[in-house]
Protein backbone atom coordinates (compact mmCIF):
# COMPACT_ATOMS: atom_id res chain seq x y z
CA UNK A 1 0.00 0.00 0.00
CA UNK A 2 1.21 3.26 -0.78
CA UNK A 3 2.44 5.17 2.51
CA UNK A 4 1.79 8.98 3.34
CA UNK A 5 5.62 8.96 4.45
CA UNK A 6 7.18 11.94 2.34
CA UNK A 7 4.16 13.93 1.81
CA UNK A 8 5.20 17.30 3.32
CA UNK A 9 8.43 17.08 1.05
CA UNK A 10 6.25 16.49 -1.59
CA UNK A 11 3.98 19.31 -0.81
CA UNK A 12 7.30 21.38 -1.10
CA UNK A 13 8.36 20.32 -4.25
CA UNK A 14 5.11 21.48 -6.20
CA UNK A 15 6.90 23.93 -8.07
CA UNK A 16 4.52 23.49 -11.20
CA UNK A 17 1.42 23.26 -9.78
CA UNK A 18 -0.84 25.84 -9.63
CA UNK A 19 -1.95 25.73 -5.92
CA UNK A 20 1.35 24.50 -3.16
CA UNK A 21 -0.23 22.28 -1.15
CA UNK A 22 -3.14 20.93 -3.21
CA UNK A 23 -0.70 17.86 -4.14
CA UNK A 24 -0.39 16.60 -0.54
CA UNK A 25 -4.49 17.12 0.02
CA UNK A 26 -5.10 15.18 -2.83
CA UNK A 27 -3.00 12.49 -2.05
CA UNK A 28 -4.05 11.92 1.06
CA UNK A 29 -7.73 11.80 -0.17
CA UNK A 30 -6.60 9.23 -2.78
CA UNK A 31 -4.28 6.92 -0.48
CA UNK A 32 -7.81 6.68 1.68
CA UNK A 33 -9.67 6.34 -1.43
CA UNK A 34 -7.52 3.25 -2.21
CA UNK A 35 -7.38 1.36 0.77
CA UNK A 36 -11.16 1.46 0.58
CA UNK A 37 -11.08 0.53 -3.05
CA UNK A 38 -8.48 -2.51 -1.92
CA UNK A 39 -10.50 -3.59 1.23
CA UNK A 40 -13.66 -3.97 -0.98
CA UNK A 41 -11.88 -6.14 -3.53
CA UNK A 42 -10.37 -8.16 -0.36
CA UNK A 43 -14.19 -8.35 0.80
CA UNK A 44 -15.90 -9.15 -2.50
CA UNK A 45 -15.76 -12.98 -3.31
CA UNK A 46 -16.97 -11.72 -6.69
CA UNK A 47 -13.89 -9.50 -7.66
CA UNK A 48 -12.06 -12.00 -9.55
CA UNK A 49 -13.74 -12.80 -12.31
CA UNK A 50 -13.55 -15.62 -14.71
CA UNK A 51 -10.12 -17.37 -16.98
CA UNK A 52 -10.39 -17.75 -20.43
CA UNK A 53 -11.28 -21.38 -21.29
CA UNK A 54 -9.43 -23.43 -23.40
CA UNK A 55 -12.43 -22.96 -25.73
CA UNK A 56 -11.63 -19.11 -25.40
CA UNK A 57 -7.97 -19.69 -26.19
CA UNK A 58 -8.81 -21.68 -29.16
CA UNK A 59 -11.42 -19.22 -30.89
CA UNK A 60 -8.62 -16.82 -30.09
CA UNK A 61 -5.71 -18.51 -31.84
CA UNK A 62 -8.54 -19.85 -34.97
CA UNK A 63 -8.87 -16.13 -35.59
CA UNK A 64 -5.79 -14.12 -34.42
CA UNK A 65 -3.42 -16.93 -36.37
CA UNK A 66 -4.90 -20.01 -38.37
CA UNK A 67 -7.59 -17.45 -40.01
CA UNK A 68 -4.67 -14.90 -41.30
CA UNK A 69 -2.34 -18.06 -42.31
CA UNK A 70 -4.84 -19.39 -44.38
CA UNK A 71 -5.64 -15.85 -45.78
CA UNK A 72 -2.20 -14.87 -46.34
CA UNK A 73 -1.53 -18.53 -48.24
CA UNK A 74 -4.76 -18.20 -50.50
CA UNK A 75 -4.33 -14.64 -50.92
CA UNK A 76 -0.71 -15.64 -52.44
CA UNK A 77 -2.57 -18.34 -54.49
CA UNK A 78 -4.74 -15.98 -56.41
CA UNK A 79 -2.94 -13.19 -56.77
CA UNK A 80 0.95 -13.73 -56.92
CA UNK A 81 0.67 -14.69 -60.38
CA UNK B 1 -7.03 30.57 -21.90
CA UNK B 2 -9.03 29.06 -19.46
CA UNK B 3 -9.54 30.75 -16.31
CA UNK B 4 -6.67 29.64 -13.65
CA UNK B 5 -10.27 27.53 -11.35
CA UNK B 6 -10.62 25.59 -14.53
CA UNK B 7 -6.75 24.74 -14.49
CA UNK B 8 -6.81 23.96 -10.99
CA UNK B 9 -10.05 21.53 -11.87
CA UNK B 10 -8.37 19.58 -14.36
CA UNK B 11 -5.68 19.43 -12.24
CA UNK B 12 -7.79 17.57 -9.52
CA UNK B 13 -9.69 15.52 -12.17
CA UNK B 14 -6.20 14.57 -14.01
CA UNK B 15 -4.91 13.39 -10.23
CA UNK B 16 -8.43 11.53 -9.54
CA UNK B 17 -8.46 10.04 -13.15
CA UNK B 18 -4.63 9.15 -12.89
CA UNK B 19 -4.98 7.32 -9.75
CA UNK B 20 -8.54 5.99 -9.76
CA UNK B 21 -8.33 5.08 -13.48
CA UNK B 22 -5.51 2.59 -12.51
CA UNK B 23 -6.98 0.72 -9.67
CA UNK B 24 -9.40 -2.30 -9.91
CA UNK B 25 -12.85 -2.25 -11.15
CA UNK B 26 -14.98 -3.85 -9.10
CA UNK B 27 -17.53 -6.78 -10.08
CA UNK B 28 -20.55 -4.11 -10.34
CA UNK B 29 -18.40 -2.02 -12.19
CA UNK B 30 -18.20 -4.17 -15.25
CA UNK B 31 -21.40 -2.94 -16.10
CA UNK B 32 -20.75 -2.76 -20.45
CA UNK B 33 -22.71 -5.49 -22.24
CA UNK B 34 -21.41 -6.75 -25.52
CA UNK B 35 -23.30 -3.99 -27.00
CA UNK B 36 -21.70 -1.45 -25.28
CA UNK B 37 -18.26 -2.99 -25.43
CA UNK B 38 -18.77 -3.24 -28.75
CA UNK B 39 -19.72 0.74 -29.18
CA UNK B 40 -16.42 1.59 -27.55
CA UNK B 41 -13.83 -0.60 -29.23
CA UNK B 42 -15.72 0.14 -32.15
CA UNK B 43 -15.20 3.80 -32.14
CA UNK B 44 -11.95 3.60 -30.49
CA UNK B 45 -10.71 1.23 -33.68
CA UNK B 46 -12.18 3.76 -36.39
CA UNK B 47 -9.25 6.25 -35.85
CA UNK B 48 -7.65 8.49 -38.33
CA UNK B 49 -4.17 7.48 -38.07
CA UNK B 50 -5.32 3.81 -40.40
CA UNK B 51 -5.69 6.25 -43.43
CA UNK B 52 -1.69 6.43 -43.16
CA UNK B 53 -1.06 3.17 -42.56
CA UNK B 54 -2.71 1.94 -45.79
CA UNK B 55 -0.83 4.92 -47.50
CA UNK B 56 2.17 2.87 -45.89
CA UNK B 57 0.97 -0.54 -47.55
CA UNK B 58 0.65 1.44 -51.24
CA UNK B 59 4.00 1.29 -51.32
CA UNK B 60 4.67 -1.76 -51.68
CA UNK B 61 1.28 -4.11 -52.62
CA UNK B 62 -1.16 -3.78 -55.06
CA UNK B 63 -4.77 -3.50 -54.11
CA UNK B 64 -5.44 -7.80 -53.81
CA UNK B 65 -2.14 -8.88 -51.93
CA UNK B 66 -2.72 -5.12 -50.18
CA UNK B 67 -5.87 -5.96 -49.05
CA UNK B 68 -5.04 -9.57 -47.99
CA UNK B 69 -1.81 -8.65 -45.90
CA UNK B 70 -4.01 -5.61 -43.99
CA UNK B 71 -6.33 -8.14 -42.96
CA UNK B 72 -4.20 -10.70 -41.62
CA UNK B 73 -1.88 -8.50 -40.26
CA UNK B 74 -4.34 -6.65 -38.42
CA UNK B 75 -5.61 -9.98 -36.74
CA UNK B 76 -2.47 -11.11 -36.42
CA UNK B 77 -1.05 -7.88 -34.29
CA UNK B 78 -4.24 -7.84 -32.41
CA UNK B 79 -4.03 -11.81 -31.25
CA UNK B 80 -0.95 -10.73 -29.40
CA UNK B 81 -2.43 -7.76 -27.42
CA UNK B 82 -5.02 -9.84 -26.99
CA UNK B 83 -3.52 -12.78 -25.57
CA UNK B 84 -1.13 -10.70 -23.44
CA UNK B 85 -3.59 -7.35 -21.56
CA UNK B 86 -6.79 -9.00 -22.20
CA UNK B 87 -7.91 -11.57 -20.34
CA UNK B 88 -5.55 -10.57 -16.76
CA UNK B 89 -7.52 -6.82 -17.41
CA UNK B 90 -10.72 -8.52 -17.61
CA UNK B 91 -9.99 -11.42 -14.46
CA UNK B 92 -8.85 -8.54 -12.43
CA UNK B 93 -10.82 -5.06 -13.70
CA UNK B 94 -7.34 -3.52 -14.08
CA UNK B 95 -5.76 -1.44 -16.63
CA UNK B 96 -2.76 -2.67 -19.12
CA UNK B 97 -0.38 -0.61 -17.29
CA UNK B 98 -1.23 -1.88 -13.76
CA UNK B 99 -1.06 -5.42 -15.39
CA UNK B 100 2.50 -4.42 -16.40
CA UNK B 101 3.52 -4.82 -12.61
CA UNK B 102 4.33 -8.12 -11.97
CA UNK B 103 6.81 -8.04 -15.06
CA UNK B 104 8.31 -4.92 -15.08
CA UNK B 105 8.37 -4.27 -10.92
CA UNK B 106 6.94 -1.22 -9.19
CA UNK B 107 9.51 1.49 -10.59
CA UNK B 108 9.91 -0.55 -14.01
CA UNK B 109 6.13 -0.58 -15.25
CA UNK B 110 7.32 3.30 -16.09
CA UNK B 111 8.51 1.50 -19.13
CA UNK B 112 5.18 0.82 -20.40
CA UNK B 113 3.97 4.20 -19.83
CA UNK B 114 6.95 4.95 -21.64
CA UNK B 115 6.00 3.33 -24.71
CA UNK B 116 2.56 4.83 -24.92
CA UNK B 117 3.97 8.41 -24.57
CA UNK B 118 6.46 7.51 -27.32
CA UNK B 119 3.46 6.02 -29.53
CA UNK B 120 0.89 9.05 -28.76
CA UNK B 121 3.73 11.49 -29.68
CA UNK B 122 4.30 9.85 -32.79
CA UNK B 123 0.58 9.16 -34.13
CA UNK B 124 0.03 13.01 -33.18
CA UNK B 125 2.71 13.81 -34.78
CA UNK B 126 1.34 12.21 -38.34
CA UNK B 127 -2.21 13.64 -37.37
CA UNK B 128 -1.59 16.64 -37.05
CA UNK B 129 1.07 17.13 -39.93
CA UNK B 130 -1.17 14.93 -42.18
CA UNK B 131 -4.42 17.57 -41.28
CA UNK B 132 -1.64 21.07 -42.02
CA UNK B 133 -0.93 19.39 -45.08
CA UNK B 134 -4.45 18.13 -46.27
CA UNK B 135 -5.85 21.48 -45.34
CA UNK B 136 -2.71 23.59 -47.15
CA UNK B 137 -2.69 21.15 -50.15
CA UNK B 138 -6.64 21.83 -50.76
CA UNK B 139 -6.04 25.83 -50.88
CA UNK B 140 -3.25 24.73 -53.01
CA UNK B 141 -5.91 23.10 -55.48
CA UNK B 142 -8.11 25.86 -55.29
CA UNK B 143 -5.68 28.42 -56.38
CA UNK B 144 -5.87 30.32 -53.45
CA UNK B 145 -1.96 29.76 -52.15
CA UNK B 146 1.31 28.98 -54.95
CA UNK B 147 3.02 25.85 -54.43
CA UNK B 148 6.02 27.38 -52.68
CA UNK B 149 3.72 28.55 -49.68
CA UNK B 150 2.12 24.93 -49.35
CA UNK B 151 5.29 23.56 -46.93
CA UNK B 152 5.18 26.78 -44.83
CA UNK B 153 1.28 27.47 -44.12
CA UNK B 154 0.66 23.62 -43.50
CA UNK B 155 3.14 23.69 -40.71
CA UNK B 156 1.70 27.00 -39.86
CA UNK B 157 -1.30 24.86 -39.92
CA UNK B 158 -0.41 22.20 -38.25
CA UNK B 159 1.67 24.51 -35.26
CA UNK B 160 -1.90 26.65 -34.71
CA UNK B 161 -3.94 23.21 -34.41
CA UNK B 162 -1.32 21.89 -31.67
CA UNK B 163 -1.98 25.11 -29.96
CA UNK B 164 -5.46 24.63 -30.21
CA UNK B 165 -5.17 21.05 -29.10
CA UNK B 166 -2.85 22.07 -26.62
CA UNK B 167 -5.83 24.60 -25.05
CA UNK B 168 -8.57 22.10 -25.07
CA UNK B 169 -7.02 19.57 -23.22
CA UNK B 170 -5.60 21.60 -20.36
CA UNK B 171 -9.24 23.46 -20.02
CA UNK B 172 -10.40 19.57 -19.42
CA UNK B 173 -11.63 19.08 -22.81
CA UNK B 174 -13.88 16.44 -20.92
CA UNK B 175 -16.71 17.18 -23.65
CA UNK B 176 -14.42 16.66 -26.77
CA UNK B 177 -12.39 13.19 -25.41
CA UNK B 178 -15.48 11.86 -24.41
CA UNK B 179 -16.78 11.93 -27.48
CA UNK B 180 -15.02 9.05 -29.58
CA UNK B 181 -18.54 8.23 -30.80
CA UNK B 182 -18.34 11.06 -33.20
CA UNK B 183 -14.50 10.91 -34.11
CA UNK B 184 -15.78 7.61 -35.57
CA UNK B 185 -18.26 9.03 -37.67
CA UNK B 186 -16.27 11.53 -38.67
CA UNK B 187 -13.72 8.92 -39.43
CA UNK B 188 -16.18 7.07 -41.39
CA UNK B 189 -17.86 10.12 -43.51
CA UNK B 190 -14.33 11.32 -44.64
CA UNK B 191 -13.26 7.54 -45.56
CA UNK B 192 -16.47 6.79 -47.11
CA UNK B 193 -16.31 10.43 -49.01
CA UNK B 194 -12.78 9.04 -50.44
CA UNK B 195 -13.80 5.75 -51.47
CA UNK B 196 -17.02 6.82 -53.59
CA UNK B 197 -15.15 9.56 -55.27
CA UNK B 198 -11.96 7.65 -56.10
CA UNK B 199 -14.39 4.48 -57.69
CA UNK B 200 -16.05 7.20 -59.43
CA UNK B 201 -13.08 8.64 -60.76
CA UNK B 202 -10.79 5.50 -60.93
CA UNK B 203 -13.25 2.98 -61.32
CA UNK B 204 -12.53 -0.26 -59.43
CA UNK B 205 -10.36 -2.13 -62.35
CA UNK B 206 -7.81 0.90 -62.19
CA UNK B 207 -7.68 0.95 -58.94
CA UNK B 208 -7.22 -3.05 -58.18
CA UNK B 209 -4.70 -2.98 -61.71
CA UNK B 210 -2.85 0.06 -60.05
CA UNK B 211 1.38 -0.57 -59.34
CA UNK B 212 2.77 0.48 -55.87
CA UNK B 213 5.06 2.91 -55.58
CA UNK B 214 7.49 1.76 -54.42
CA UNK B 215 7.98 -2.13 -54.84
CA UNK B 216 10.87 -3.75 -54.54
CA UNK B 217 10.59 -6.01 -57.52
CA UNK B 218 10.44 -9.26 -54.63
CA UNK B 219 6.99 -9.62 -54.62
CA UNK B 220 7.05 -12.30 -51.83
CA UNK B 221 9.22 -10.08 -49.63
CA UNK B 222 6.47 -6.50 -50.35
CA UNK B 223 3.77 -9.54 -49.55
CA UNK B 224 6.07 -9.81 -45.81
CA UNK B 225 6.62 -5.88 -45.33
CA UNK B 226 3.05 -4.97 -46.03
CA UNK B 227 2.14 -7.58 -43.73
CA UNK B 228 4.30 -6.20 -41.09
CA UNK B 229 3.08 -2.77 -40.85
CA UNK B 230 -0.05 -3.99 -39.76
CA UNK B 231 1.21 -6.14 -37.19
CA UNK B 232 3.44 -3.55 -35.82
CA UNK B 233 1.05 -0.72 -36.04
CA UNK B 234 -2.03 -2.87 -34.22
CA UNK B 235 0.33 -4.17 -31.47
CA UNK B 236 0.39 -0.86 -30.44
CA UNK B 237 -3.18 -0.88 -28.77
CA UNK B 238 -1.87 -2.71 -26.13
CA UNK B 239 -1.55 0.60 -23.69
CA UNK B 240 -5.18 1.13 -24.57
CA UNK B 241 -6.25 -2.57 -24.43
CA UNK B 242 -6.86 -2.89 -20.67
CA UNK B 243 -8.39 0.18 -19.86
CA UNK B 244 -11.12 -0.84 -22.33
CA UNK B 245 -11.25 -4.59 -21.83
CA UNK B 246 -11.11 -4.12 -17.89
CA UNK B 247 -14.86 -3.49 -17.80
CA UNK B 248 -16.19 -6.11 -19.48
CA UNK B 249 -17.92 -9.21 -17.48
CA UNK B 250 -16.02 -12.05 -19.68
CA UNK B 251 -13.16 -13.20 -21.54
CA UNK B 252 -15.84 -14.53 -24.36
CA UNK B 253 -17.37 -11.57 -23.89
CA UNK B 254 -14.08 -9.24 -25.09
CA UNK B 255 -12.93 -11.46 -27.47
CA UNK B 256 -14.73 -10.18 -30.56
CA UNK B 257 -14.93 -6.48 -30.06
CA UNK B 258 -11.24 -7.19 -29.26
CA UNK B 259 -10.36 -8.73 -32.27
CA UNK B 260 -12.45 -7.44 -34.90
CA UNK B 261 -13.86 -4.35 -33.56
CA UNK B 262 -10.60 -2.84 -32.34
CA UNK B 263 -8.11 -4.98 -34.40
CA UNK B 264 -9.19 -5.91 -37.92
CA UNK B 265 -11.46 -2.43 -38.33
CA UNK B 266 -7.73 -0.62 -38.36
CA UNK B 267 -7.01 -2.77 -41.50
CA UNK B 268 -10.46 -2.37 -42.63
CA UNK B 269 -10.06 1.20 -42.37
CA UNK B 270 -7.17 1.82 -43.51
CA UNK B 271 -8.06 0.10 -47.09
CA UNK B 272 -9.14 3.31 -48.41
CA UNK B 273 -5.60 4.96 -47.67
CA UNK B 274 -4.31 1.81 -49.87
CA UNK B 275 -6.82 2.36 -52.49
CA UNK B 276 -6.12 5.85 -52.80
CA UNK B 277 -1.98 5.83 -52.66
CA UNK B 278 -2.75 3.30 -55.24
CA UNK B 279 -5.12 5.10 -57.73
CA UNK B 280 -3.15 8.83 -57.06
CA UNK B 281 0.44 7.12 -56.76
CA UNK B 282 1.08 9.07 -53.59
CA UNK B 283 0.58 7.08 -50.10
CA UNK B 284 0.24 10.44 -48.05
CA UNK B 285 -3.41 10.48 -47.63
CA UNK B 286 -3.08 14.50 -47.10
CA UNK B 287 -1.80 14.12 -50.76
CA UNK B 288 -3.85 11.76 -52.46
CA UNK B 289 -7.38 12.51 -50.37
CA UNK B 290 -7.10 16.20 -51.85
CA UNK B 291 -6.44 14.39 -55.01
CA UNK B 292 -8.64 12.07 -55.21
CA UNK B 293 -11.87 14.26 -53.74
CA UNK B 294 -10.94 17.42 -56.06
CA UNK B 295 -11.19 21.11 -54.47
CA UNK B 296 -14.99 21.43 -52.96
CA UNK B 297 -15.67 17.91 -52.00
CA UNK B 298 -11.98 18.20 -50.64
CA UNK B 299 -12.72 21.15 -48.17
CA UNK B 300 -15.45 18.72 -46.90
CA UNK B 301 -13.30 16.09 -46.47
CA UNK B 302 -10.52 18.00 -44.79
CA UNK B 303 -13.16 19.84 -42.57
CA UNK B 304 -13.93 16.08 -41.44
CA UNK B 305 -10.46 15.26 -41.43
CA UNK B 306 -9.72 17.90 -38.91
CA UNK B 307 -12.71 17.02 -36.48
CA UNK B 308 -10.98 13.70 -36.70
CA UNK B 309 -7.19 13.91 -36.26
CA UNK B 310 -7.91 16.67 -33.57
CA UNK B 311 -10.38 14.71 -31.96
CA UNK B 312 -8.21 11.39 -32.08
CA UNK B 313 -5.08 13.42 -30.90
CA UNK B 314 -7.11 15.03 -27.90
CA UNK B 315 -8.06 11.66 -27.10
CA UNK B 316 -4.35 10.25 -27.19
CA UNK B 317 -2.64 13.28 -25.39
CA UNK B 318 -5.72 13.25 -22.51
CA UNK B 319 -4.57 9.22 -21.83
CA UNK B 320 -1.39 9.98 -21.69
CA UNK B 321 -1.06 12.79 -20.01
CA UNK B 322 -3.53 10.50 -17.92
CA UNK B 323 -0.61 7.41 -17.74
CA UNK B 324 2.22 10.29 -17.20
CA UNK B 325 0.84 11.32 -13.89
CA UNK B 326 0.60 7.84 -12.70
CA UNK B 327 4.03 8.33 -12.58
CA UNK B 328 5.33 8.81 -8.87
CA UNK B 329 8.04 10.97 -9.35
CA UNK B 330 5.50 13.27 -12.22
CA UNK B 331 2.64 12.88 -10.19
CA UNK B 332 2.77 15.62 -7.80
CA UNK B 333 5.41 17.71 -9.35
CA UNK B 334 4.38 18.34 -12.93
CA UNK B 335 1.40 20.49 -13.58
CA UNK B 336 -1.82 19.50 -15.63
CA UNK B 337 -0.06 22.40 -17.78
CA UNK B 338 3.43 20.91 -18.13
CA UNK B 339 2.50 17.27 -18.26
CA UNK B 340 0.22 18.27 -21.61
CA UNK B 341 2.79 20.52 -22.79
CA UNK B 342 5.39 17.67 -22.34
CA UNK B 343 3.18 15.48 -25.01
CA UNK B 344 2.79 18.31 -27.35
CA UNK B 345 6.05 20.14 -27.09
CA UNK B 346 8.26 17.37 -29.02
CA UNK B 347 4.75 17.26 -31.26
CA UNK B 348 5.19 20.89 -32.03
CA UNK B 349 8.85 20.35 -32.69
CA UNK B 350 9.31 17.75 -34.78
CA UNK B 351 5.66 20.12 -37.11
CA UNK B 352 7.88 22.77 -37.43
CA UNK B 353 11.40 21.89 -38.27
CA UNK B 354 11.29 18.20 -39.29
CA UNK B 355 7.79 17.56 -40.41
CA UNK B 356 9.06 16.37 -44.23
CA UNK B 357 11.29 13.95 -42.89
CA UNK B 358 8.88 12.43 -40.70
CA UNK B 359 6.20 12.11 -43.16
CA UNK B 360 8.55 10.66 -45.57
CA UNK B 361 10.35 8.26 -43.12
CA UNK B 362 6.74 7.18 -41.58
CA UNK B 363 7.31 3.69 -42.05
CA UNK B 364 10.64 4.31 -39.58
CA UNK B 365 8.18 4.83 -36.87
CA UNK B 366 5.45 2.43 -37.34
CA UNK B 367 8.13 -0.19 -37.55
CA UNK B 368 9.48 1.28 -34.25
CA UNK B 369 6.41 0.85 -33.00
CA UNK B 370 5.87 -3.37 -33.37
CA UNK B 371 9.97 -3.03 -32.18
CA UNK B 372 8.92 -1.89 -28.92
CA UNK B 373 5.35 -3.29 -28.53
CA UNK B 374 6.05 -7.09 -29.77
CA UNK B 375 8.65 -7.49 -26.62
CA UNK B 376 6.70 -6.28 -24.14
CA UNK B 377 3.37 -8.27 -24.92
CA UNK B 378 5.75 -11.52 -25.26
CA UNK B 379 6.97 -11.10 -21.48
CA UNK B 380 3.73 -10.14 -20.29
CA UNK B 381 2.16 -13.14 -21.58
CA UNK B 382 4.57 -15.53 -20.87
CA UNK B 383 4.98 -14.35 -17.05
CA UNK B 384 1.24 -14.72 -16.89
CA UNK B 385 0.38 -17.78 -18.34
CA UNK B 386 3.86 -19.46 -17.49
CA UNK B 387 5.04 -18.07 -14.69
CA UNK B 388 1.95 -17.07 -12.48
CA UNK B 389 -0.64 -19.49 -13.82
CA UNK B 390 -3.01 -16.37 -14.29
CA UNK B 391 -2.85 -15.52 -10.59
CA UNK B 392 -2.16 -11.80 -9.47
CA UNK B 393 -1.90 -10.19 -6.12
CA UNK B 394 -3.88 -7.29 -6.35
CA UNK B 395 -2.75 -5.45 -2.74
CA UNK B 396 1.24 -5.71 -4.53
CA UNK B 397 0.05 -4.30 -7.72
CA UNK B 398 -0.47 -1.26 -5.68
CA UNK B 399 2.24 -1.43 -2.95
CA UNK B 400 5.24 0.63 -4.04
CA UNK B 401 7.43 -0.26 -0.94
CA UNK B 402 10.08 -2.98 -1.10
CA UNK B 403 7.86 -5.40 0.81
CA UNK B 404 5.63 -5.31 -2.21
CA UNK B 405 6.08 -8.96 -4.15
CA UNK B 406 6.86 -7.10 -7.62
CA UNK B 407 9.77 -4.99 -6.24
CA UNK B 408 11.99 -7.22 -7.81
CA UNK B 409 15.72 -5.15 -7.52
CA UNK B 410 14.88 -1.90 -6.42
CA UNK B 411 11.39 -1.58 -7.93
CA UNK B 412 13.05 -3.41 -11.61
CA UNK B 413 12.72 -6.60 -12.96
CA UNK B 414 15.74 -7.20 -15.10
CA UNK B 415 14.21 -10.03 -17.01
CA UNK B 416 11.64 -8.27 -18.66
CA UNK B 417 14.66 -5.24 -19.54
CA UNK B 418 16.51 -7.93 -20.68
CA UNK B 419 14.45 -9.73 -22.70
CA UNK B 420 12.92 -6.61 -24.12
CA UNK B 421 16.34 -5.43 -25.40
CA UNK B 422 16.90 -8.50 -27.15
CA UNK B 423 13.69 -8.81 -28.58
CA UNK B 424 14.79 -5.05 -29.69
CA UNK B 425 17.81 -6.00 -31.41
CA UNK B 426 16.51 -8.64 -32.41
CA UNK B 427 13.72 -6.93 -34.41
CA UNK B 428 16.68 -4.36 -35.79
CA UNK B 429 18.61 -7.04 -36.74
CA UNK B 430 15.34 -8.65 -38.82
CA UNK B 431 14.18 -5.40 -40.33
CA UNK B 432 16.07 -2.23 -39.70
CA UNK B 433 13.57 0.63 -39.14
CA UNK B 434 15.86 3.30 -39.99
CA UNK B 435 16.95 2.09 -43.46
CA UNK B 436 14.11 -0.81 -44.05
CA UNK B 437 17.38 -3.15 -45.00
CA UNK B 438 15.86 -6.88 -44.23
CA UNK B 439 17.90 -9.87 -43.54
CA UNK B 440 17.13 -13.45 -43.16
CA UNK B 441 14.80 -15.37 -42.62
CA UNK B 442 13.11 -11.61 -42.55
CA UNK B 443 10.92 -12.75 -45.58
CA UNK B 444 9.36 -15.88 -44.06
CA UNK B 445 8.46 -15.34 -41.30
CA UNK B 446 8.11 -11.24 -40.82
CA UNK B 447 9.42 -9.11 -37.76
CA UNK B 448 7.27 -8.78 -34.76
CA UNK B 449 5.62 -12.83 -34.83
CA UNK B 450 9.50 -13.93 -34.36
CA UNK B 451 10.40 -10.91 -31.88
CA UNK B 452 7.44 -12.22 -29.86
CA UNK B 453 8.84 -15.71 -29.66
CA UNK B 454 12.29 -14.41 -28.73
CA UNK B 455 11.27 -12.23 -26.14
CA UNK B 456 9.49 -14.26 -24.38
CA UNK B 457 11.69 -17.27 -24.69
CA UNK B 458 14.38 -15.00 -22.99
CA UNK B 459 12.01 -14.04 -20.03
CA UNK B 460 11.60 -17.56 -19.54
CA UNK B 461 15.26 -18.27 -19.36
CA UNK B 462 16.38 -15.22 -17.33
CA UNK B 463 13.15 -15.85 -14.60
CA UNK B 464 14.00 -19.09 -14.22
CA UNK B 465 17.82 -19.13 -13.99
CA UNK B 466 17.93 -16.14 -12.36
CA UNK B 467 14.80 -14.03 -10.53
CA UNK B 468 13.13 -17.41 -8.97
CA UNK B 469 16.03 -18.74 -7.27
CA UNK B 470 16.64 -15.36 -5.93
CA UNK B 471 13.14 -15.48 -4.66
CA UNK B 472 12.17 -11.72 -5.82
CA UNK B 473 8.97 -11.53 -8.01
CA UNK B 474 6.50 -13.40 -5.32
CA UNK B 475 7.20 -16.39 -7.78
CA UNK B 476 7.98 -19.13 -5.12
CA UNK B 477 4.67 -19.73 -3.86
Known amino acids: MPNAQGMGEVARKLTLTEQPGQGAEVRAELDRLLKERLQLVATDPQYVGAEPTRGDQWMLALVGLVAPAVLLILGWVIYAK | MPSNAGSRSSEYTALHQAAEGSWPVLPAERNWGLVGISGVTLSAGIAAWSYAIGGAVSWYLAAGLGTIAMIAGSLVGMYFVTLAAMPVSVKYGIDTIAACKPQYGTRGFGFGIFAQYASIVGWNCLLLIMFGQAAANVLHAGGVIGSSTVHPLSIAITLVTIAYTYYLVIGGADSIRNNSVWIAVAVSIAGAMVLIRLIMQFGWSD ?140 VAIVSAFFSAPFMNHILTFM ?91 VYWLVTRAVVIPARKGGYEE
Open chain 2, 207 to 346: IANAKPAYASGDLHLDYTLGFEILVATVISWWPYMGGIMRMSKSVKQALFPSMILLGMITGVIGLIGLYAGLATGNPDPSISFVKVTGLWMGIVAVAFIALANIGTAIVGVYATAIGLKQIPALQYRLSWKWTTALILGP
Open chain 2, 367 to 457: YFLGLVFAPITAVQAVDYYMFRKQKLDIEALYDSSKQSKYYFWGGINPAAFVATAVGFFFYWYLLDPVTYAQHFPFKWISATVPTVIVSGF
